[in-house]
């Protein structure tokens, strides 16, 4: 057995007191900080985890041959499964858009509604959405239901401020407010700001539309 001087014990004794005192709360911190550690390792291989198995669905939306049979199956599947599956994943908005995007140039509008509505309403990704809410509006009008398309670009997003207008006076027109839809086609034309691009797509639709 170990012998102790005087001083020894009396450290001894005091930290055996101090143990006594405080030695739970320590533990509890201890376990508390590990569960941290270890949580938020795991947080990461989940995520990564499930990013490598979203990456070959987003890869068939990219590369499905819409033209072949069964290619507008195989992409509706792969978004679905992307958004239903993977949602926590940035490949879940991208693909969705794309999707959605790839639809409508087949002409698919009802079947990219239904991705550009999940966009929306889960605002994945806020860069995005705004993009979700501008095609949407287009395929709304095309349907002929305006003041929906109207209020998806309501309130205004300031990031696509300009896209947001542009494509409310696109509705408006489409609707029959023509006159209200070149007021804001003017504005837009007068603001000092406005893109060089945006500028050159309004000035040919005014001129196009004529009086």
Known sequence: MA??????QEKIDSLKAWWEKWGNVVTAIVFVVSLIFVGRFAWIWWHKHQAENALPYYESIVMTDLNNAGGVERLQSAAVTLE???????????????????????????????????LIDTNKDPSIEPVARLNLASVLADKGEFDV?????????????????DREADVLYLKGDRVEAKTIWTDLLNNTELPASLKALIEMKLNTLGD
């Open 84 to 118: 239903n599956d993977y949602a926590s994943t940035g490949y879940a908005p991208r693909g969705a858009l794309l999707a959605a995007q790839r639809l409508l140039d087949k002409g698919q509008m009802d079947d990219a509604k239904v991705h550009l509505n999940w």
């Open 3 to 8: 012998v102790f001087d005087l001083e020894e």
């Open 149 to 165: 398309a109207l209020g998806l670009l309501k309130p205004v997003n300031q990031d696509f401020e300009f896209l947001f207008k």
